[in-house]
């Protein structure tokens, strides 16, 4: 199966919310995992804010704190979009749908535990958290050195397929 939209595609410097340009089986799981923290029993009120992240918004991103100030120290260490799952489709952040960031930590500790039960990590557990991030189950932490050359020389679904998010044929 390939991807309903080309990451490649997209080239705009904000954040897109489209699950199409997710890896099948991890857009699978946050359908899933949206789905039950929206029921009526959890009634979250969550929703995706930002799904893939282009080269053009990771560079705006890198600016600032650098080159652009405020901020008066970067808010990320990555260069390009390649060192974040975003990158590659294989992450989303998640927010409230009227409080957006506003909401306690308890809110995102509820989301991700449901997260996790469809085999999604949570940034929140991270040494600097980030608490609206969940990537892929099989996922490292963030991408290697062999996921960026994976993708320079197969594309995504190589490196969609070595995470096992695809679609088995
Ligand atoms: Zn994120």
Known sequence: M??????????LA???????YLAPLF?????SALAECNDETNALDAMVYETYRSNELAALYYARGRTVKPPTTPVT?????????????????????TKEWDVPNEWFAKVAAIFAKHNCKWGGDW????????????CKPGPSDVARELIRTRGVEAVW???GASVPA
């Open 27 to 31: 857009r699978d799981a946050v359908e």
């Open 2 to 11: 390939s991807a309903g939209l080309s990451l490649s595609s997209y080239t």
């Open 77 to 97: 260490n990555a260069p390009t979009n390649l060192w974040s799952w975003h990158g590659f489709g294989l992450a989303v952040d998640v927010i409230h749908r």
């Open 127 to 138: 040494k600097s958290p980030d608490r609206p991030h969940f990537q892929w189950g099989q």
């Open 161 to 163: 397929e070595a995470v």
């Open 14 to 20: 904000k954040p897109t919310n489209k699950l199409d």
